[in-house]
Structures are given as C-alpha cells and as structure tokens.
C-alpha cells in the first residue's frame, strides 16, 4: 500500500492574484486580491484528515459562525501556496490554505482553514 492509495480525495487549488487598480473618481490605484475562475491545479489527488480537526461552533451575534482547521495532504511537486483557495470536489467546501509543509521529498501537508456564517432563516 503506498501512499498514492493514502490520497482518496479530489480538490481544487486557486492561486490568490494581485491587481493594482482604481477604483475610480480619479482616485489612485490600490492593491486588490481575488481568485480566478477557472482553478490553477483542477482535480488533484488529495486528503483531508478529519481526525486532527479542530472545528469551532460560536454563537454570536446576529449568526452563528462556523470555524474548521483541518490537516491535508497532497503529492509531492503540488504547487500550493499560502493563502489558496482549496475547493473540495466531493463537498464543494471551500478552504483557505496557510504555509505547506514538505515532508521529506515525499508528500505535502498543509493546515487548511474554513469560517463561515450560518445563513438565516
């Protein structure tokens, strides 16, 4: 069994882009970030470990907010940077990812943030 076998998942990787840019009435340009589209790394093999997560329930006020940190693993050579969009296929949760670590030239594991707002009713 080898650690191909391991990644039983699929997601999404989008790279966060700069745009300096106006936002008009003559004023000057200002940096401003955004993902694209279309994702950079589409369909890559990947797991999301469920078994370190930290999730986070807050009841504050006017709605519940919703904070999940969960572990994921990725082949080595995935090019994922901080602050990527992870987007799980299977879910359609989307994640922010914090720095990736190597682990000796043979996977990549990165902590992936989610926070949320439950919508009203």
Known sequence: MGFSDFLRH??????IQREDKSPGYNLPS???????EEPDEPNVQCHFGLKGSTVNVNQADPQTIYEARIKLALPFGT???????????GTGYEYTAEIPREIRRNHIIVMVTRRANQEAL
């Open 79 to 89: 090019d994922v940077r901080i602050n990527d969009k992870i987007v799980d296929c």
């Open 30 to 36: 200002s940096p401003t970030f955004s993902y694209p």
């Open 10 to 15: 699929r997601c999404d990787i989008y790279h």
